[in-house]
């Protein structure tokens, strides 16, 4: 099955802009995370939300968890040209600690 | 700060070659794991290991895909014979395993090419 689907595909914004992106996932979950890869390079953990929660913070990264709907969102604020990069969620399910990606957003930032 | 370290970061392979692609995971983290990435796609879970011993592997770890920690300080995953196919980054990941289910702290990847 698939898990963590993004939309859209692809975002292109204006530095200071607020970027959203959204994943939706189809079993149930411990916890989602967010995770960020700049081209080529390797995958840096942004914020990881539990089943239980539905809104977390950190810095300029908002993300909710909608379990009903199964789908969460990443909201960057005041966006910068370094933000520019591809953006996945993962999730985790109940049985284990393995990471299902989904297709990921391709978000460049645009001084 | 702490990381995960992959060697080598570009391998060139011909088909049918052995491959054995190397991390070393952040030191006391319990859980193992491996990904991969073929270009343009999504990550794909491969393997996860725990206690010296495969916790869980996906339909694309098959007889050809074998990993082993050696020493306790590396990890690594082995294809036996190469196909065009497992041209691909590979992640290698590690988890502290302190609470349940934990964020994982990935490596830098290894490019993979065959020819």
């Known amino acids: 099955s698939q898990q963590g689907e993004e939309d859209p595909q692809a975002l292109s914004i204006q530095e200071g802009e607020n970027a959203t992106m959204n994943c939706s996932y189809k079993t149930s979950i411990n916890n989602l995370q967010w995770y960020r890869q700049n081209s080529g390079r390797g995958l840096v953990h942004l914020i990881l939300i539990r089943s239980n929660e539905r809104e977390k913070h950190s810095g300029r990264l908002r993300v909710t968890l909608d379990t009903s709907k199964k789908s969460s969102s990443l909201l960057i604020t005041a966006s910068r040209a370094a933000d520019t990069a591809s953006y996945f969620c993962?999730?985790?399910?109940?049985?284990?600690?393995?990471?299902?990606f989904g297709q990921g957003t391709e978000l460049s930032v645009k001084p | 700060e702490p990381e995960v370290t992959q060697t080598p970061s570009h391998q060139v392979t011909q088909m049918g070659q052995e491959v054995i692609l190397r991390c070393v995971p952040i030191?006391?983290?319990?859980?193992f794991y491996w990904y991969r990435q073929i270009l343009g796609q999504k990550v794909e879970f491969l393997v996860s290991f725990y206690n010296n011993e495969i916790s869980e592997k996906s339909e694309i770890f098959d007889d050809q895909f074998s990993v082993e920690r050696p020493d306790g300080s590396n990890f690594t995953l082995k294809i036996r014979s190469t196909k065009l196919e497992d041209s691909a980054m590979y992640f290698c990941a590690s988890d502290p395993g302190l609470a349940a289910f934990n964020e994982q702290f990935f490596g830098p990847g290894t490019r993979l090419t065959v020819l």
């Open positions: 993962a999730t985790v399910g109940n049985q284990g600690g393995k990471l299902i």
């Open positions: 030191s006391n983290h319990l859980y």
